[in-house]
Nanobody, 129 residues
Framework: QVPLVESGGGSVQAGGSLRLSCAPSGYTYGYIYSDLCMAWFRQAPGKEREGVAHIYIGDDITSYADSVKGRFTISQDNAKISVYLQMNSLKPEDTAMYYC??????????????????WGQGTQVTVYS
């Protein structure tokens, strides 16, 4: 069973928007939710998985890859213990499978996929021109 479930992907014209959601499925986070860091990664065919947005749940401190800064916003909902990625002004180069990931207390580089123990199955985002 996949511990995290993403939703909200789809096909959109360049300049459009999508909102991705990530929620736990059948497992409890390994740490108290407020102690977690969570992130969104993406992987396009033939490319390495790259981090695009990160959030420390406890204080809502966020970080973004330069390629998405100003266009993407990561947020979280304490009541739903869920994480979101609002993507605006989408570009064809944003096309990829998007994954959310649970990094526990984030002891390491927040952009390193190896830091994250639990992943979702991914949701496809396709942006056409």
């Amino acid at each position: 069973q996949v511990p995290l479930v993403e939703s909200g992907g789809g096909s959109v014209q360049a300049g459009g928007s999508l909102r991705l959601s990530c929620a736990p499925s059948g497992y409890t986070y390994g740490y108290i939710y407020s102690d977690l860091c969570m992130a969104w990664f993406r992987q396009a065919p033939g490319k390495e998985r790259e981090g695009v947005a990160h959030i420390y749940i406890g204080d809502d401190i966020t970080s973004y890859a330069d390629s998405v800064k100003g266009r993407f916003t990561i947020s979280q909902d304490n009541a739903k213990i869920s994480v979101y990625l609002q993507m605006n002004s989408l570009k064809p180069e944003d096309t990829a499978m998007y994954y959310c990931a649970d990094g526990g207390p984030c002891r390491g580089s927040i952009w390193s996929p190896g830091l994250y123990k639990y992943w979702g199955q991914g949701t496809q985002v396709t942006v056409y021109s």
